[in-house]
């Protein structure tokens, strides 16, 4: 070890909202935080939800998670703003679909806002489990400066998507895959 | 080096990759789209409309193939830094064979200097032996779904154990929180039992801890996973580079029409 890592390490936390632990005893880490580093926890305990994300465990004991909370949120968000509740969709766009020759009339200011904002949830949900979105929100996005009508009806459809299927978990399956009859190559050029 | 050393138990690593060539109509680009796996647990997805326009579908996947290669040594560095143990190569698929086939092969020609740019960071990887490069079916290739813009029947197959498999552990809860949501769960699960009807698909959570299927891992076991890399160099002999005296038993390889894959 050199004279730079030895050097006590401060770190000034003005305020942190959600820490998640992993480690096989947690409390001692906590124990750690308040006792040495004078953390004021609120609370502590297994997570239940973290950064929009819900974490259960299965009827097998394995760990899941799933942005239900966060789906149910924006979808009430979405009543809101429509109204209504989107219409039900089974996939995000339709397939072959090409957004970019949409030629509708562009949004005005207060719509664009809207889009944008529709489009950054989606962009979440998308980081927290719900990939099979992606393709269609990606696709989307490059049109949040200059959104046309058409583009609206298209992340109104993904939200009528995600109402439908916003049962996605992706389960912690620590199990290797078995992959022992492929034979590993090992090449010298 | 700092890192630690690695400890407990290891992790094989997945990666799917897939491109859309000519996904963008006004600009003619192509999308990449990217799944990781670490054991059986999706843990890192993309997708992403390509920087360059490519003229051929073997083109888009082969910068798809360098960008999940990418990313696999940036993954492979950071469990390298958490001190996890990691199980011999990455497994790479993609379901282009002719860029699996000229990824593995050392002097495929590449006529377009990105393409051979690309072709060279994967093949770079395929020899230091960071990744080993497989071709899958289509069907199979979970980046499909973070390529295209797709229908449900087309990728139920793939998504349902993936993303899916909880459907009637779900179920119970969604009813127990609706108030007023228009979520139809009768209408889902309909949908949900046809498709499974349509296409055959297996998945119950069944035995205990992690023994749930995957479509995908219990398919490999069977031959869905073809090893285009063995076949193509079985009779390759690895002293066959120049500069070295010993001559190989069999023909040249270098002859093989097989190896000029890709080449045209």
Redesign the interface.
């Known amino acids: 070890m050199d004279a730079r890592q030895r050097r006590p390490l401060r770190t000034h936390c003005g305020n942190v909202d959600d820490l998640m632990i992993a480690s096989k005893d947690p409390e001692a880490i906590v124990k750690i935080l308040v006792e040495k580093y004078q953390f004021k926890l609120k609370g502590t305990g297994p997570t239940e939800f973290h950064l929009g994300c819900d974490f259960f465990s299965?009827?097998?004991?394995?760990l899941?998670y799933?942005p239900?909370k966060y789906i149910?949120k924006i979808?009430e968000n979405y009543r809101r703003i429509y109204g209504t509740?989107?219409k039900?969709a089974?996939?995000?766009?339709?397939?072959?679909?090409?957004p970019?020759?949409d030629t509708s009339e562009l949004l005005n200011e207060d719509d664009q806002k809207i889009y944008q904002s529709l489009i950054g949830a989606l962009q979440w949900v998308?980081q927290i489990?719900?990939?099979?979105i992606?393709?269609?929100v990606?696709?989307l996005s490059?049109f949040r400066a200059m959104p046309r009508q058409g583009h609206l009806d298209r992340v109104k459809r993904i939200h009528g998507y995600l109402?439908?299927?916003?049962?996605?978990?992706?389960?912690?399956?620590?199990?290797?895959?078995?992959?022992s009859?492929?034979?590993?190559?090992?090449?010298?050029? | 080096m700092d890192a630690p050393k690695p400890k407990g138990?290891s992790?094989?690593m997945?990666s799917f990759f897939d491109a859309n060539h000519y996904?963008?109509?006004?600009?003619g680009k192509s999308?990449t789209?990217i799944?990781h796996?670490l054991?059986?647990?999706?843990i890192d997805?993309y997708?992403?409309?390509q920087s360059t326009v490519e003229t051929a579908t073997f083109g888009s996947e082969h910068i798809a193939a360098r960008t999940c290669t990418e990313q696999v040594i940036d993954l492979r560095l950071t469990l390298r830094y958490l001190g996890s143990p990691i199980?011999?190569?990455t497994?790479v698929l993609g379901d282009n064979e002719l860029v699996i086939n000229s990824a593995?092969i050392?002097h495929s020609k590449m006529y377009k200097r990105w393409v051979a740019l690309s072709y060279h960071r994967v093949g770079y990887a395929?020899?230091a032996?960071i990744i080993?490069i497989?071709h899958i079916a289509g069907k199979k290739n979970l980046a499909d779904?973070?390529?295209?813009?797709?229908?449900?029947p087309?990728v139920w197959n793939m998504?349902k154990p993936?993303?899916?498999?909880?459907?009637k552990?779900?179920v119970p809860?969604?009813e127990g929180?609706e108030e007023g949501?228009?979520?139809?769960q009768k209408?889902?699960a309909e949908?949900v039992s046809k498709l499974d009807a349509k296409y055959d698909v297996k998945v119950t959570?069944q035995?205990?801890?992690?023994?749930?299927n995957?479509s995908?891992?219990e398919g490999?076991?069977k031959d869905t996973?073809s090893?285009v890399?063995?076949s193509t160099?079985q009779s390759r002999v690895?002293s066959s580079?120049p500069g070295t005296t010993v001559h190989p038993k069999g023909k040249d390889t270098r002859l093989d029409p097989e190896h000029k894959m890709g080449t045209k």
């Open positions: 299965d009827e097998e004991g394995v899941c799933a239900k149910e979808l509740w989107p039900p089974t996939s995000p766009l339709t397939t072959g679909d090409h970019e020759l998308i489990g719900c990939f099979d992606q393709t269609a990606t696709t490059r109402s439908k299927m916003c049962h996605a978990t992706i389960k912690i399956r620590t199990d290797a895959p078995d992959y009859n492929i034979p590993v190559k090992m090449y010298d050029w | 138990k992790v094989t997945t996904h963008d109509l006004i600009s999308v789209g799944l796996q054991n059986k647990t999706p997805w997708s992403k409309l199980n011999g190569p497994m593995a050392p395929v020899a032996g080993n497989h779904i973070l390529s295209k813009h797709w229908d449900l087309s998504m993936l993303l899916f498999w909880n459907w552990l779900m809860h969604a929180a949501s228009t979520i139809e209408d889902v949908l959570a035995g205990k801890g992690q023994k749930s995957h995908l891992i490999s076991d996973i090893s890399i063995q160099n690895p580079r």
